[in-house]
C-alpha cells in the first residue's frame, strides 16, 4: 500500500491529493524530515531506507528543489495499529492508503471521491508504474529506490522532470524573445 495525504494548500484552491511531505527543520537531515513529516500528517512510525540527491521539480519556472525519501512502514507495529496525526494549528489533513497496483485507477477514484486534484510528482509515479508494466526492458535506474518503485518507474519520472525542464526553458526562452 502507499500512504497518500489530502489538504488544501492555499496556492492551489483545491484539495490536493500527494505524497506526505514538509520542510526539512535546521539541523535535520532529509530523511529525519521524511519521518518526521509522515509522523506526523499521518500519525504512522515508519524508517527511512533510502534517499535522492537532490532534485528540482520545474528548474525552468524556478529553483524549487526537493529530496525524495522511501520511508518503509511496518502496519503490524503496535504503534501504528491506531496512529494520531500530530497536526500544527491549522492543519487539516486527511490519510489516504491506496492500493499499487493499479495506482493510476486508485488515484483517479479517490480523486473524484475527494473532489480534489492529484500532485504532478504523485502522477508520474502512477504513470511510471503503468509504462513500466507494459514495458518489459530495464531502464537504468536513478536513486536506490529498488524496494518500493522499480526501475522502469523511476528512470520514466526522472523523465518527466527534466521534460518539463526542457518545455520550462523553451516557455522563458520564446517569452524573454517577445519583451
Given at each position: 500500500?502507499?500512504?497518500l495525504?489530502?489538504?488544501?494548500?492555499?496556492?492551489?484552491?483545491?484539495?490536493?491529493l500527494?505524497?506526505?511531505?514538509?520542510?526539512?527543520?535546521?539541523?535535520?537531515?532529509?530523511?529525519?524530515?521524511?519521518?518526521?513529516?509522515?509522523?506526523?500528517?499521518?500519525?504512522?512510525?515508519?524508517?527511512?531506507?533510502?534517499?535522492?540527491?537532490v532534485i528540482?521539480?520545474?528548474?525552468?519556472?524556478?529553483?524549487?528543489?526537493?529530496?525524495?525519501?522511501?520511508v518503509l512502514?511496518?502496519l503490524?507495529?503496535?504503534?501504528?495499529?491506531?496512529?494520531?496525526?500530530a497536526l500544527?494549528?491549522?492543519?487539516?489533513?486527511?490519510?489516504h492508503m491506496?492500493?499499487?497496483s493499479?495506482?493510476?485507477?486508485?488515484?483517479?477514484?479517490l480523486?473524484?471521491?475527494?473532489?480534489?486534484?492529484?500532485d504532478?510528482?504523485?502522477?508520474s509515479?502512477?504513470?511510471?508504474?503503468?509504462?513500466?508494466?507494459?514495458?518489459a526492458?530495464?531502464?537504468?535506474t536513478?536513486?536506490?529506490?529498488n524496494?518500493?518503485?522499480?526501475k522502469?518507474?523511476?528512470?520514466?519520472?526522472?523523465?518527466?522532470f527534466v521534460?518539463t525542464?526542457i518545455v520550462?526553458?523553451?516557455?522563458?526562452?520564446l517569452l524573454?524573445?517577445?519583451?
Open positions: 500500500k502507499l500512504v495525504v489530502s489538504h488544501s494548500p492555499p496556492p492551489v484552491d483545491s484539495t490536493v500527494e505524497l506526505p511531505a514538509g520542510l526539512i527543520d535546521e539541523g535535520e537531515t532529509a530523511s529525519e524530515a521524511a519521518v518526521r513529516e509522515l509522523r506526523e500528517e499521518t500519525g504512522l512510525i515508519g524508517s527511512a531506507v533510502s534517499e535522492s540527491p528540482f521539480s520545474d528548474p525552468g519556472m524556478s529553483n524549487a528543489n526537493m529530496r525524495l525519501v522511501e512502514v511496518d503490524d507495529d503496535a504503534r501504528n495499529i491506531s496512529p494520531e496525526q500544527e494549528e491549522g492543519e487539516d489533513i486527511k490519510v491506496v492500493e499499487t493499479d495506482l493510476q485507477q486508485e488515484l483517479l477514484d480523486a473524484e471521491r475527494e473532489e480534489a486534484v492529484v504532478a510528482r504523485l502522477w509515479v502512477a504513470f511510471g508504474r503503468a509504462t513500466s508494466a507494459r514495458d526492458k530495464p531502464l537504468p536513478l536513486f536506490p529506490f524496494r518500493f518503485f522499480d522502469q518507474m523511476l528512470a520514466f519520472t526522472g523523465a518527466v521534460s525542464a520550462g526553458g523553451l516557455v522563458k526562452a524573454s524573445r517577445s519583451s
